[in-house]
Antibody, heavy 121, light 108 residues
Framework: QVQLVESGGGVVQPGGSLRLSCVASGFTFSSYGMHWVRQSPGKGLEWVAFIRYDGINKYYADSVKGPFTISRDNSNNTVYLQMNSLRTEDTAVYYC??????????????WGQGTLVTVSA | EIVLTQSPGTLSLSPGERATLSCRASQTVTSRYLAWYRQRPGQAPRLLIYSASSRATGIPDRFSGSGSGTDFTLTINRLEPEDFAVYYCQQYGSTSITFGQGTRLEIK
C-alpha cells in the first residue's frame, strides 16, 4: 500500500532554515508528481509546491516562492522541501502528498501523516 | 490566482439527511479541474471527487459532485457519522493550485 512518511519538522527561529523529507513506498515513485501542502494550526489547507515525476518542472505558491525549494531523489524514493528565511506565518503541519495520477499535476490522492514546523523566537 | 469561496461556513444537519456544499471560483476553472476533500479531526484530508464529478477510488456513491465554470457543488446523501468533518474544494486548472477555506459539517 502507498505510504508517505515525512520527517524534519521542529522548532526554528525566524530567519532560520529547515529541510523536510518525505520517504515514499508502495508505488513506482518515479512515475508520480509530488506535492507539499501545509495547514496552519486550526486553519485551512494551503498548497505549497509541486515537483514533476522526473524533477524537471517545479511550481510554487506565491507565498513561498524564493525561500522554499522542492527537490526529489528518485533513486531513494524521497522528496524534499528546503525552507529558508522562515517566518512565523510558515508555522504549520506540512503534508507530503502524491498526485492522484501518473505523470500528472492534479489532485492529492495520498497523504502522509504530516510534520509540524514551528517558527518562533 | 483563482480564489475559491465555499459556503456555507458551517452546516448543521442530522445523520440520514442530505448535505449540499458550494464552491465558487473567482474565474472559470479550466476543464472542470475541481476536486473535493474531507478532513476529519486529527487526520490528513482524503480525496473524494476529482474533475468536478468523478469519485475517487473507494468513495461511495453517496458522494456526488457537479458544476462547471465558476460554480461547483458537493452533495452527500444519507449522512453517516463519519461524514461530519470539514470539506475543502481545490482547483488545479492553473499552475497555482488553490483551496477553498472549508465548510464544517456538524451534527445538529
Amino acid at each position: 500500500q502507498v505510504q508517505l512518511v515525512e520527517s524534519g519538522g521542529g522548532v526554528v527561529q525566524p530567519g532560520g532554515s529547515l529541510r523536510l523529507s518525505c520517504v515514499a513506498s508502495g508505488f513506482t515513485f518515479s512515475s508520480y508528481g509530488m506535492h507539499w501542502v501545509r495547514q496552519s494550526p486550526g486553519k485551512g489547507l494551503e498548497w505549497v509546491a509541486f515537483i514533476r515525476y522526473d524533477g524537471i518542472n517545479k511550481y510554487y505558491a506565491d507565498s513561498v516562492k524564493g525561500p522554499f525549494t522542492i527537490s526529489r531523489d528518485n533513486s531513494n524514493n524521497t522528496v524534499y522541501l528546503q525552507m529558508n528565511s522562515l517566518r512565523t506565518e510558515d508555522t504549520a503541519v506540512y503534508y507530503c502528498a502524491r498526485d492522484t495520477f501518473t505523470y500528472s499535476y492534479s489532485t492529492f490522492g495520498h497523504w502522509g501523516q504530516g510534520t509540524l514546523v514551528t517558527v518562533s523566537a | 490566482e483563482i480564489v475559491l469561496t465555499q459556503s456555507p461556513g458551517t452546516l448543521s444537519l442530522s445523520p440520514g439527511e442530505r448535505a449540499t456544499l458550494s464552491c465558487r471560483a473567482s474565474q472559470t476553472v479550466t476543464s472542470r479541474y475541481l476536486a473535493w476533500y474531507r478532513q476529519r479531526p486529527g487526520q490528513a484530508p482524503r480525496l473524494l471527487i476529482y474533475s468536478a464529478s468523478s469519485r475517487a477510488t473507494g468513495i461511495p456513491d453517496r458522494f456526488s459532485g457537479s458544476g462547471s465554470g465558476t460554480d461547483f457543488t458537493l452533495t452527500i446523501n444519507r449522512l453517516e457519522p463519519e461524514d461530519f468533518a470539514v470539506y475543502y474544494c481545490q482547483q488545479y486548472g492553473s499552475t497555482s493550485i488553490t483551496f477553498g477555506q472549508g465548510t464544517r459539517l456538524e451534527i445538529k
